[in-house]
């Protein structure tokens, strides 16, 4: 299943000239489709007035046959709504509203490398500050490993930091995993991350509604943003200073009711900041391992963390009015059954019948006339 | 205000007789009052037969009257209902269901110390492992000192690791704190925190439910966290593994509807485990400062915590469409509006205009016919 090819060279010269996550053109491509939305405003700028000269300030360079011509000969593909490839859950993002006037489904995704976007239903964003600590990048890549191992791909944005270590955890047991850049798809950003994208563009993918070329403008970012939180089932920020880029992407996530979560971390570390206030104000679940995030974003009983439990000891397994007279058995010199009564405050015939089933299970011995307690007990 | 001697010599009695916390008896004194309830220890054994025979283990060694004597001597008071000092907040346990059979108004608090327990009523319990760590005791410090300096006191239990941590942070502030004991409020218990529980005794109080000489038995424990709870308006529990008892004393704080508190740590962290299971299956609030302790248990409107933000800069008071058009503007060439306006995909009036505010601001400047980025925009 493939888009109509005129749809296709429609949506690419839209991408060509619209700002990603530029609302004004998006709702006007869902509303009226990509032909009827192109021809508004090659020919017909009366139909949407304000957004006509930002248009046009693009139109007389962009050639999209031209475009998706040379792409194509890179091995890029241009993915757009009607492909088989087309991740449909981005069409959540047609209801939800704005952030600093980026929003709306984007137009088409520019695509490099061989992983299919179509295959990411189960996939879980994880994202965070640049100004990462080393706690905060091994706990990325040990969960983006882990959900990896559980069949879950890893989308992130490939920054410096949390990015970078949420990307190589996965790439490290061998998982699928998506770098959705602000800029195009074809450019190494950051720089240090050349091998990085090289690697995704060969085994995962590198994704962005920026056409390629595009620089990472900053405003790009919250567009881009929108994209990484859509495709996923959830998104967890591992550490993420006040200011963070990635609690924008926490909050995409949660509005659009996929399930946002962070990590904690030391509350004296600026780095979990961010991740903290979100934690207390109810805009993100607490998660602490790959265990954690799979519980909150499997089909349900699929993964089932187990509650932490710590070793179960002897005494567990006591009643406690059998807990209460071992209390009282003295740890060497034995004492009779009278006295252990008065200091455990218990009638004598059931202090009795407590040292039997305690001296069965191995807590207490004899000790002369006495009782006391039996050297696995003092442990 | 005081409680009828009788009364209070009743109480004397049931507390040197009844182990802490054992509804049996606490229920019974509870419907019958201290007096009906040690006559029917005493001669009706039929009223109550199957606790009947624990009390009298130790009923013929208790002589209340003559140990309401001793411990005066020694400057400990027994308090009780009915007393002015006694905390009335702790008649809520009178509803709650048992933990481990244990439960239930304490029939009277053995006190050493100055600090009336009825001055307790804003306290705030910080509890914790005593297999602490560094982070934990430096955080729980921080926590009760800024408590202690917005007029909180501090309940916890004297043990080893965060307790103690939690009390030499109110003290560090002279902010009163308190020590709610599983032992006799005379016992030094455990020994290496002698020092602390005599400055306790000195400035603050030390309290149990337990006759002065009791043995810090385990089960007595169990009973002891619910007065911790009782007493406090919430529980911050610092550290935890999966075991600690300060676990407990959170769940307490929560079916006594008070405010149960965590504050998170590194997921890497065994100290923290227990902490981030209740964090996350919603048996506690994140806390991270006494800051948000504060605005917790605060009473409305009277502690609120600033949400962190970050340093603003210049950029935060643009526009989306000033920002989009500074992002195309180059860093040190300049460019003239037309090709600015390609770059950030807008109409070339609004680009123009753009420019001149953006000057304005301090942001852009001319280089020959062309624009670029300011030093101070740069950084």
Chains 1, 2 share one sequence.
Do not use: K
Not at 147 to 166: E, F, K, P, Q, R
């Amino acid at each position: 299943m493939s888009a109509p090819e005129h749809e296709r060279l429609a949506r690419a010269a839209l991408s060509m000239i619209v700002e990603p996550g530029d609302l004004r053109f998006l709702d006007d491509v869902a509303a009226n489709g990509p032909i009827g939305s192109i021809e508004r405003v090659a020919g017909r700028p009366e139909a949407n007035p304000d957004a006509l000269p930002d248009a046009q300030s693009r139109m007389d360079r962009a050639d999209p046959a031209a475009e998706l011509e040379r792409v194509a000969a890179l091995g890029i593909r241009f993915v757009v709504p009607g492909d088989e490839e087309w991740p449909a859950q981005l069409g959540d993002l047609a209801g939800v509203e704005a952030v600093q006037e980026r929003g709306g489904v984007p137009i088409g995704l520019w695509v490099a490398g061989p992983l299919r976007l179509c295959d990411l239903e189960a996939s879980v964003a994880v994202v965070g500050s640049r100004d990462s600590t080393l706690y905060g990048e091994q706990v990325a890549s040990d969960i983006t490993a882990g959900l990896g191992l559980a069949g879950h791909a890893t989308v992130s944005g490939a920054a410096i930091g949390i990015d970078y270590a949420a990307h190589r955890g996965a790439i490290a047991v061998d998982a699928p995993t998506v770098a959705v850049l602000a800029c195009g798809a074809d450019r190494d950003y950051p720089p240090r991350h050349a091998d990085l994208l090289r690697h995704l563009r060969d085994e995962g993918a590198v994704v962005s509604e920026v056409p390629l070329g595009g620089a990472p403008h900053r405003i790009r970012f919250l567009a881009r943003n929108r994209i990484i939180a859509a495709l996923t089932r959830g998104t967890v920020v591992v550490e993420a200073a006040a200011r963070s880029g990635a609690l924008n992407t926490l909050n995409w996530s949660q509005r659009l009711n996929r399930m946002p979560m962070g990590v904690p971390g030391p509350v004296t570390s600026v780095a979990s900041l961010g991740v903290h206030h979100h934690l207390r104000s109810g805009g993100a679940s607490l998660v602490t391992s790959a265990a954690d995030v799979l519980e909150l974003v499997g089909r349900i009983g699929e993964h089932l963390t187990e509650i932490p439990r710590g070793e179960e000891r002897p005494r567990d397994r006591l009643s406690v009015r059998d807990q209460q007279i071992l209390d009282a058995v003295p740890v060497y010199q034995g004492a009779d059954p009278a006295s252990i009564a008065r200091v455990a405050g218990a009638g004598l015939t059931s202090v009795e019948e407590a040292l039997a089933s305690l001296a069965e299970a191995g807590l207490v011995e004899r000790d002369g006339a006495g009782w006391r307690l039996t050297e696995p007990a003092r442990a």
